[in-house]
C-alpha cells in the first residue's frame, strides 16, 4: 500500500495537533479582545446614559422651576383679579346708596322749592355736549 492509505505519522498528528492548539488560542485571544471591547463600549455607553439623564433631570427641574414660577404668578394675579371685583362691587353699593341719598335729598327739594321740579326737568332733557361716558 501507498503512504496515502496509512494513517498518518506521529509526527503529522503532532503538527496538526500543533496548528489546532495555535488556532484555539487565537480564536480565545479574539474573543478576549472582542470582550474588551464591549466592556469599553459599554462603559462608554453606560457614561453617555447617565450624562443623558443628569441632563434629562436638569431639564426637568428648570420645567418644574418654571411651572412652579408661572403657578405663583397665577395664583398672585388671580388674588389681584379677586381683590379688584371686590373693590368694584364695593364702589358699586357706594354708588347705588349715593345715587339714592342724591335723588332722595333732590325730591326734599323739589317739595321744599316751588318751581324747581320745572327746572330740573328742562336740566335733564338737555342734551349734553362732548363726550359723556355713560352713552
Not at 414660577?69 to 395664583?75: G, I, K, Y
Request: glycine residues 2%.
Amino acid at each position: 500500500m501507498s503512504r496515502l492509505h496509512t494513517q498518518p505519522s506521529a509526527e503529522g498528528r503532532e503538527w496538526a495537533e500543533s496548528e489546532r492548539i495555535t488556532a484555539l488560542l487565537r480564536q480565545i485571544e479574539d474573543v478576549r479582545h472582542s470582550n474588551q471591547r464591549l466592556v469599553y463600549a459599554n462603559a462608554e455607553l453606560d457614561l453617555q446614559m447617565r450624562t443623558h439623564a443628569e441632563q434629562m433631570l436638569a431639564e426637568t427641574a428648570r420645567y418644574e422651576a418654571a411651572r412652579n414660577q408661572l403657578q405663583a404668578e397665577v395664583s398672585y394675579y388671580q388674588a389681584e383679579a379677586k381683590a379688584v371685583w371686590v373693590e368694584n362691587y364695593e364702589l358699586r353699593v357706594q354708588l347705588s346708596a349715593l345715587r339714592h341719598r342724591v335723588a332722595n335729598r333732590v325730591a326734599q327739594l323739589v317739595k321744599r322749592v316751588p318751581g324747581l321740579e320745572r327746572v330740573l326737568r328742562v336740566i335733564i332733557s338737555l342734551k349734553p355736549r362732548g363726550c359723556n361716558p355713560w352713552a
